[in-house]
């Protein structure tokens, strides 16, 4: 298949922002894909060459590097594209230019010459994929004049457009705005499949490339046939939150499960045999952080396969007692990891099940699950089951609660145990509510949110950034939209690294998927998520979070706002939803409502 099809698609769907639009001509771009090459594609599509679960695919070809393949494909100067990317701020923009000036200036016998040479190479999508991940591949001595060989090659042989999102693809700044959801609405519309059908399939299978290659190759009926596999990671259930007892059990009715919501990491623990896989609630294979619980899980599963999920905390190897999220960072950022399992020691609380030897559970109810994992774990000190009360009521709930605060947890993380209690893959609701409390602030909770923007600092600041514009998710519209600018709760440490943490994601504009009213100085893809603290949630003429829900004309944003940390284990997706806010925003309106000597803000 020509490489220029796909290009030529990626244009369009650049253009346009509706999901619709985009599902529809994806799945255009589907129908024409031979089977054999669908899989490239969805990946090309996704900034990918594989899915991250499978290892990070790492181009490392760097900005220089881009510079001189396109300097040597276009035959000028490195100072000359440097020149133009500073005009540009886009190195896909740039080759284009170049490639589009190159075509023009070349007139006669050697456009001629040119045009009948393209034509009879036009560029495919298997070379263009095979070259990317052998780029990928290389390591070690020479790799990186190699790598940019390679690059140059492949540059040199396609057109302007191709070029164009080569590179960007290269930088890892494709920006196509296409989210995983609008590729599942492409692949229904274009194989006749169920939506539910294909998310389900996803949510077991997190691999589209695969799943579009199914669907081509077999037809929908085969999804049906996915289950749970040991080595292929599954996405995880999450909850919903919950500020009030008696609400929350209404939701998940009575009798519930009521467990300590501990302040870890989440492990996804697969066993085959005695290989161990550890995956993270971004589904990144994460086994090599921990080799403590690699040996571990490989003695205590008694099964021969399973998937089995827990929270991996960090503990004082002194007193035992918990240790904040924060501490297991060392363990990513540690070279010598035998140093970091020494220094960070850490203990595993079980609290799910979702296969074992054969048996899918992910479709039964949450008691029997849990009686597969008692069934299955030889429990010790540092892998055993979560703590864990049946709670009857509210005030049960609540003693439960202050109990997990005195043991060092969050809270609680309250379960459904009805007979629709089923591990729902992918999927936040309210059979889990999270009950956790902020003493510090009055929203009762933090939030997490996106950066997508930023704003230069002045005086102590000048030189980093003074604040930093942030959003929530709203997953109905794929979009994100601003809630409030931070400037306060950073250690000056962090401060000062903010340009260089931020430096990867730096656009020339806005990003397409984010809905401001306010001018950034910087904007930034949607990458990296800070867990906020505030003061209260109030409306905002300025901030489009929840635009017009309340009142027309205002948004919803965060008075006082607080960076407390860099949320590592989530994406821009898993940020906190309008939907979200919208709900804490209507608690504390309730709230309000029912203390009439409160001052009543005006609404
Ligand atoms: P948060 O930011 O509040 O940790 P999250 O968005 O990462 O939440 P949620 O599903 O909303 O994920 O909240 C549950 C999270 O709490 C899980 O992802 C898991 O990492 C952690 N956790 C700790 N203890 C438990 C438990 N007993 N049961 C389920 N999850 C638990």
Same mark, same amino acid.
């Not at 790598?147 to 492949?154: E, F, P």
């Not at 499949?193 to 695969?210: H, M, Q």
């Not at 929530?472 to 979009?479: E, G, I, S």
């Given at each position: 298949?020509?490489?220029?099809?796909?290009?030529?698609?990626?244009?369009?769907?650049?253009?346009?922002?509706?999901?619709?639009?985009?599902?529809?001509?994806?799945?255009?771009?589907?129908?024409?894909?031979?089977?054999?090459?669908?899989?490239?594609?969805?990946?090309?599509?996704?900034?990918?060459?594989?899915?991250?679960?499978?290892?990070?695919?790492?181009?490392?070809?760097?900005?220089?590097? !881009?510079?001189?393949?396109?300097?040597?494909?276009?035959?000028?100067?490195?100072?000359?594209?440097?020149?133009?990317?500073?005009?540009?701020?886009?190195?896909?923009?740039?080759?284009?230019?170049?490639?589009?000036?190159?075509?023009?200036?070349?007139?006669?016998?050697?456009?001629?010459?040119?045009?009948?040479?393209?034509?009879?190479?036009?560029?495919?999508?298997?070379?263009?994929?095979?070259?990317?991940?052998?780029?990928?591949?290389?390591?070690?001595?020479?790799?990186?004049?190699?790598?940019?060989?390679?690059?140059?090659?492949?540059?040199?042989?396609?057109?302007? @457009?191709?070029?164009?999102?080569?590179? @960007?693809?290269?930088?890892?700044?494709?920006?196509?705005?296409?989210?995983?959801?609008?590729?599942?609405?492409? &692949?229904?519309?274009?194989?006749?499949?169920?939506?539910?059908? %294909?998310?389900?399939?996803?949510?077991?299978?997190?691999?589209?490339?695969?799943?579009?290659?199914?669907?081509?190759?077999?037809?929908?009926?085969?999804?049906?046939? %996915?289950?749970?596999?040991?080595?292929?990671? !599954?996405?995880?259930?999450?909850?919903?939150?919950?500020?009030?007892?008696?609400?929350?059990?209404?939701?998940?009715?009575?009798?519930?499960?009521?467990?300590?919501?501990?302040?870890?990491?989440?492990?996804?623990?697969?066993?085959?045999?005695?290989?161990?896989?550890?995956?993270?609630?971004?589904?990144?294979?994460?086994?090599?952080?921990? /080799?403590?619980?690699?040996?571990?899980?490989?003695?205590?599963?008694?099964?021969?396969?399973?998937?089995?999920?827990?929270?991996?905390?960090? !503990?004082?190897?002194?007193?035992?007692?918990?240790?904040?999220?924060?501490?297991?960072?060392? @363990?990513? @950022?540690?070279?010598?990891?035998?140093?970091?399992?020494?220094?960070?020691?850490?203990?595993?609380?079980?609290?799910?099940?979702?296969?074992?030897?054969?048996?899918?559970?992910?479709?039964?109810?949450?008691?029997?699950?849990?009686?597969? &994992?008692?069934? %299955?774990?030889?429990?010790?000190?540092?892998?055993? !089951?979560?703590?864990?009360?049946?709670?009857?009521?509210?005030?049960?709930?609540?003693?439960?609660?202050?109990?997990?605060?005195?043991?060092?947890?969050?809270?609680?993380?309250?379960?459904?145990?009805?007979?629709?209690?089923?591990?729902?893959?992918?999927?936040?609701?309210?059979?889990?509510?999270?009950?956790?409390?902020?003493?510090?602030?009055?929203?009762?909770?933090?939030?997490? &949110?996106?950066?997508?923007?930023?704003?230069?600092?002045?005086?102590?600041?000048?030189?980093?950034?003074?604040?930093?514009?942030?959003?929530?998710?709203? /997953?109905?519209?794929?979009?994100?939209?601003?809630?409030?600018?931070?400037?306060?709760?950073?250690?000056?440490?962090?401060?000062?690294?903010?340009?260089?943490?931020?430096?990867?994601?730096?656009?020339?504009?806005?990003? /397409?998927?984010?809905?401001?009213?306010?001018?950034?100085?910087?904007?930034?893809?949607?990458?990296?998520?800070?867990?906020?603290?505030?003061?209260?949630?109030?409306?905002?003429?300025?901030?489009?979070?929840?635009?017009?829900?309340?009142?027309?004309?205002?948004?919803?944003?965060?008075?006082? /706002?607080?960076?407390?940390?860099?949320?590592?284990?989530?994406?821009?997706?898993?940020?906190?939803?309008?939907?979200?806010?919208?709900?804490?925003? &209507?608690?504390?309106?309730?709230?309000?409502?029912?203390?009439?000597?409160?001052?009543?803000?005006?609404?």
């Amino acid at each position: 298949m020509e490489f220029s099809i796909v290009a030529q698609t990626l244009e369009i769907l650049e253009k346009t922002t509706s999901k619709i639009q985009q599902a529809s001509t994806l799945a255009m771009l589907f129908k024409r894909t031979p089977a054999n090459v669908i899989d490239k594609v969805v990946y090309f599509l996704q900034g990918t060459l594989w899915p991250d679960w499978k290892g990070m695919p790492e181009l490392g070809v760097g900005e220089k590097g !881009i510079q001189k393949a396109i300097a040597l494909a276009v035959g000028v100067n490195e100072s000359e594209v440097e020149k133009l990317y500073k005009s540009l701020g886009d190195y896909g923009l740039v080759v284009e230019r170049l490639k589009l000036g190159k075509q023009s200036k070349g007139s006669g016998l050697e456009t001629f010459i040119k045009t009948t040479k393209t034509e009879q190479k036009k560029l495919d999508v298997d070379t263009v994929y095979n070259t990317l991940a052998k780029i990928s591949m290389l390591q070690g001595e020479g790799s990186r004049d190699m790598k940019i060989r390679l690059l140059t090659a492949l540059l040199m042989q396609a057109d302007p @457009r191709e070029a164009k999102f080569i590179v @960007r693809f290269v930088e890892g700044r494709l920006r196509l705005g296409v989210g995983e959801a609008t590729i599942m609405d492409g &692949l229904a519309s274009a194989f006749g499949a169920p939506r539910d059908v %294909i998310e389900r399939a996803y949510n077991l299978y997190p691999d589209l490339g695969a799943i579009a290659k199914m669907l081509a190759e077999k037809g929908p009926s085969v999804l049906k046939e %996915i289950k749970p596999t040991p080595g292929i990671p !599954i996405r995880p259930m999450l909850a919903e939150r919950g500020t009030d007892p008696v609400e929350i059990l209404n939701k998940t009715g009575v009798p519930a499960l009521a467990e300590f919501k501990y302040d870890g990491e989440r492990g996804q623990i697969h066993k085959k045999g005695d290989t161990i896989w550890i995956f993270s609630r971004r589904l990144e294979n994460i086994t090599h952080q921990y /080799p403590d619980v690699v040996e571990i899980a490989r003695k205590q599963i008694k099964a021969n396969e399973a998937i089995v999920e827990g929270e991996i905390v960090a !503990i004082d190897p002194e007193t035992g007692e918990f240790k904040p999220f924060q501490e297991l960072m060392h @363990r990513k @950022r540690e070279k010598d990891i035998y140093k970091a399992v020494k220094e960070v020691p850490v203990v595993v609380r079980l609290f799910d099940c979702l296969y074992v030897d054969g048996v899918d559970l992910t479709s039964r109810p949450l008691p029997e699950r849990r009686e597969w &994992l008692k069934k %299955i774990i030889e429990e010790t000190d540092a892998f055993k !089951i979560a703590e864990h009360m049946l709670v009857k009521d509210a005030k049960e709930l609540e003693t439960f609660f202050y109990k997990a605060i005195e043991g060092g947890c969050e809270g609680l993380v309250v379960k459904s145990i009805k007979i629709d209690s089923v591990y729902q893959a992918g999927v936040r609701g309210w059979l889990w509510v999270k009950y956790k409390r902020d003493y510090k602030s009055e929203i009762t909770d933090t939030v997490d &949110l996106v950066v997508v923007g930023a704003f230069h600092g002045r005086g102590k600041r000048a030189g980093t950034y003074g604040a930093l514009l942030l959003a929530a998710y709203d /997953p109905d519209t794929d979009m994100f939209v601003t809630v409030c600018k931070v400037g306060t709760g950073f250690t000056d440490e962090e401060l000062a690294s903010l340009p260089k943490k931020l430096e990867p994601y730096k656009l020339p504009q806005k990003h /397409p998927k984010v809905y401001s009213e306010l001018e950034a100085d910087v904007w930034f893809e949607p990458a990296l998520v800070a867990e906020i603290a505030g003061a209260e949630i109030t409306l905002s003429p300025v901030h489009t979070c929840c635009w017009g829900w309340v009142k027309q004309g205002t948004g919803l944003s965060i008075r006082f /706002p607080r960076f407390i940390r860099w949320r590592e284990d989530k994406g821009p997706r898993d940020a906190t939803t309008t939907k979200e806010l919208y709900e804490m925003y &209507l608690k504390k309106l309730r709230k309000i409502s029912e203390k009439p000597e409160t001052k009543t803000e005006e609404v």
